[in-house]
């Protein structure tokens, strides 16, 4: 590979934490030196922008990282450097820190930022490209609802976890003849309960985007019982909404709860249907097993492509850009093109049609 | 092997499922017919014996179970027929099945019975025994509590799943400098805890019998932070206790959340650690993962063995008798003797040391 | 759904097994009886189809076998009807029993027949099409060298084991400072090896499409080892070609060595390192474990979608077309068009561009 | 712990890798602070302490290493002091080199040495011993065949990963109708042969200990297809002998083909097969596969359970001893009592009378 003029390229993980994010930051500072470049790893996502914390990485440091979970250079769901929240006293501020960060930028002399996040992410480069940073953005989401990109990493190791898991539940609940609910992540996109709940052989599946009717759960499990089906596995997203669309656990008490996980989806799912059928019922919520782990090998190499092709666009000076899966061809998009739309489940989707055919239920 | 005077056995198995239930049938099943025996598998523990329902087993059936989770033959916590639940209109009655289920043994002209199960099927066996029936016991339990023997299948693969559970949280709570509360099971005895916890690179253990000082283990976690390690793994027994012995959960609330899983201790441990080190806290609650899914090796080669004993046992008419391991044999003890003792885990024992040794605490 | 008038369905996997077929017959069989059609399951492939073998498939055959690997049904890569091999005396004559499938066909008054296969069986299906049979066929090539369709259920699972075995044979390279060659499946095409090696942080991959250079693949051990890496992994299709664009082992080789596996590329190349590098090394043939076990997340997932469309198709009439995944979507294509073509990896396949980019050697 | 007056200590891996080296790396290094020693980790085994090469270990060096497969310090099968290879022109001679390992030991200040490794690794230490160095032994060996510790760590997860293979080859010979022979490990002793192939439901095991008749492998695989059961799993240890107590594959002849793997006892029982039963049949060597990878729970924990245990000899100055497992207990014992005792299968041990119980033949 030629020579390029950008010499100094920085790297962060923003959001939440995700299998692949390290695979891409192998992506990214492997072929940089061939590129003739310096690799800047930024700590704690935004946060480390704001607050002027990076590392040089080299080819030592991301040796034998593309099969470790999470990300080594850490990450923070607070660093949006436009709304930075200050303790004054026992209040908290909210102020803009995107000078500061500018400021780093020019400070270390990067050339580019290779920014690895999600839609809020993703929201935060597009600010600063406005703002002249020079920004390539790889789209990470375990829950998989970018609708820029058609798949992204993450999702694939989430939906092996909740696989995984209800093959062990499976065991369980055919020997007690139980109801087990397994809550699963999907605020708002059913892609983890859709995907996982297919591959795991889980007989309801809850998602936001249908909306469920009581009564349609509990007759389904009648039914599998009448046919000597004696146990059901039910995949919950936590935000699946019951009928009229109302989400079943609202979303502030999803996030007030959040910490310690109680009062979800699940547990109010097993309530019902153990009062209402009278069949034994357990939950199970997986939580942050989703997240974390060693990736799945869709996800190395994807997120591998990722890291390399958002490589090649900073060397050709492609900026503004966030690299994307686009059927089986990985291309990029405007970073403002790509925000703020969310890919949620529709109807006609050829897994739900696959799932309904081999008789799984979605409550409707 | 000789012809025995054994020639018909039947086979249940009793409580909570494990992983290796199967392994011991087939691994009575399969030499039963080179002894000339035939196998009745009576279905859902001693409900079925009670009630009367039972299945022939052959070669057939348990071939391709070892693999498998859970049991083929069902089970039920209910059926005790010493204390037989039976619904008069909104009450609940219990009467005593015991002669229905001596009836059914020999209208099914049994010689012997092998039972599988914890301490409350071995109890209920030497009742049984005590009545006149053949009994052998086989003993199985994830919680490592039973005294009779030095370890019993079930809880290698329980052992297991924390450990995996606990590879993936690492990833997370260390990219997201987090602390991360897993609850594993354990009322009243700690051995998952401490063995998954072990295994999984746990910071602190809490368990029933090393009552911990909240203060302890939010100190662990401030010189944790000290050190530069900017997360912490929790692995919390269900049944912990805090300072005075006190379970941190009382026992009547972890039954009475059982099927919801609400408010057990990881959800308060979690609270308290985010309260008093201010510190991000998230809770996994790891359930019924922990007994579903496919035998380790460990567990499937000793199920294997404890079958293969306790069909010799049969055919040698050594009845009354539960197979155990002691040190590296198999051997066998009187039912009688076996029954209501806890094995616990003792403050000298030498896993405790061990995980001290390397920094684990244990809140004391 | 509405009542088809197609009544009786067969099905049938041929050629080599693959983790999927399994949850295909699952995703045909349990949609059938929504569309009031049984479903037969022909025995052994086309073997049992003109030996008249097959078996009635209901709901409860197909419970439970969605995670299981294999085929329900029985393979035989022998059973062409075209080319019946008869052995007469000390010959083995080749004789034409299409009539006697076509015969079996309208005995069991098959209205539709599904056939699970590679390119093999696509070939067999299109003239039984030409003779007025009508089929519905279903891709399937752990190899995922198959034009028709972007990719196919087998390949994704095919490659973990190949990742899981390099991420296990990585900590012994290194720990030894060896080269370790692990010889993959790919006769014609380097689908697994590509993917497999990415996935698994390969060192050198061997492919038949890219001819390798000997000396290059000895410069890059040695380029490695000057960087103070001391181990290489190399990964191996079993089909590569060095210089000149000779496969490295012959294909009668090959084909005459598989039931002993000796002699085939890991072992040469394994020699020619040792020999020509002075550096210890070891080869792992992963052979049929690659084709076993039980299916990933994403393999489970597009096999009942195949399943569920191939029983729409044979519902709506649609014959003489198989299911195949083109971006992200299941559509269907002529089996006459889609047989023959091979898709093998292209010089500019984004995969291979990203392996280049991270330091991955073709040899060249 | 109170301070010790051992305030330098060195720590190497001797011999082939296993999983759980790391585990005891770890559980030395951690409690040696609290003990106020520090800890040099002298690289590849015991070539390092001839060539003077080490490195210091700190709690930041250990973190994390725990799952992680192989030994962060490197290790030779060569680095036997009292045998040392020198290549003078075309000859190698043989020295001594003893001298320099005990010149380094004295220049490095240690003031005792813990050493983890198999037989060969305890004879030099015993040697060494004599020679007045502190060294306390940790015995290593997937093998399982030291006779003076009841198991120690690696064995299990070897078991572990032939269990998983045989688990999926199961799939393929179901499918096929197939008899597959899968060569373990296993010059001298059988036990992963012996305890892989029970836990992965082999149908014939064949081990150095007990010679097998051919014929009487052939008879077992014709009478499972007389049986219905039309395919068979063979689990070979690359030593096991044949009638008249010949090895199949003589022992210089492994040692010869190692580094190729080729004519192994695999290759040569499956073409004995394929000749004399007709059946086609195939060959998996799982080679290196055995070896590496992350730890299983078991070996995490005697593995960590062993390195405290070791280090606190340490800081007793109880030297010459290597520690052992002795029933449920860790215990240590002299160095010079342990070596060169190899633990086989004997005739009446309980695993095999299961196997043999559940229909396992031995090919006797």
């Known amino acids: 590979m030629g020579k390029s003029r ?32 310096s690799v ?32 080594i250079l850490g990450s923070s769901n607070k660093g949006d450097p436009f709304h930075w929240p200050i303790e004054r006293g026992d209040k908290t501020e ?11 930028y020019q400070t270390w ?3 580019a930022l290779i920014a690895i996040g999600g839609d809020g992410t993703m929201h935060i480069c597009n ?6 940073l020079n920004i390539i953005g790889v789209p990470k989401t375990i829950d998989n609802d970018l609708d820029a990109t058609d798949i992204t990493f993450g999702h694939d190791s989430a939906v092996y976890v909740v696989m995984m898991a ?23 996109a059913g892609w983890i309960a859709l995907n996982g709940g297919i591959a795991g052989g889980a007989d309801i599946i809850l998602i936001p985007e249908i909306p469920f009717s009581w009564q349609k759960v509990y007759d389904k499990i009648h039914k599998r019982q009448l046919m000597g089906k004696k146990f059901s ?23 007030r709860t959040d910490p310690i996980q109680l009062g979800g989806i699940g547990a109010v799912v097993a309530k019902n249907i153990e009062k209402n059928t009278g069949r034994e019922t357990r939950v199970t919520v997986l939580g942050h097993l989703q997240r974390g782990g060693s990736p799945t090998p869709f996800d190395r190499i994807l997120a591998t492509k990722f890291g390399a092709f958002a490589i090649e666009l900073a060397s050709l000076g492609k900026f503004g850009r966030m690299v ?14 790509a925000i703020g739309k969310q890919k949620l489940v529709q109807p006609d989707n050829q897994a739900v049609f696959a799932a309904k055919s081999i008789g799984i239920s979605f409550g409707v």
């Open 6 to 37: 950008i010499r100094r390229i920085g790297i962060l993980t923003g959001g939440g934490d995700c299998p692949g994010l390290n695979a891409v930051i192998r992506g990214v500072t492997k072929p940089a030196q061939d590129y003739g470049m």
């Open 324 to 337: 994307a899966l686009k059927g089986n061809e990985i291309k990029s998009v405007k970073i403002e093109d």
């Open 127 to 132: 600010k600063l490209v406005q703002m002249g």
């Open 94 to 104: 909210i102020v803009n820190k995107a000078e500061e960060a500018i400021k780093n």
């Open 109 to 111: 002399n990067l050339d």
């Open 166 to 188: 209800l093959d062990r539940l499976h065991t369980t609940a055919s020997s007690h003849h139980r109801v087990i609910v397994c809550e699963v992540m999907g605020r708002y």
């Open 40 to 71: 800047y790893g930024i700590l704690d996502g935004f946060e480390g922008l704001v607050e002027g914390r990076a590392i040089e990485l080299t080819n030592n440091d991301v040796s034998g990282i593309l099969a470790r979970g999470g990300t």
């Open 233 to 255: 596995l039910v995949c919950a997203a936590e935000g699946a909404k019951a009928e009229g669309g109302e989400m079943v656990v609202k979303e502030k008490d999803i996030k």
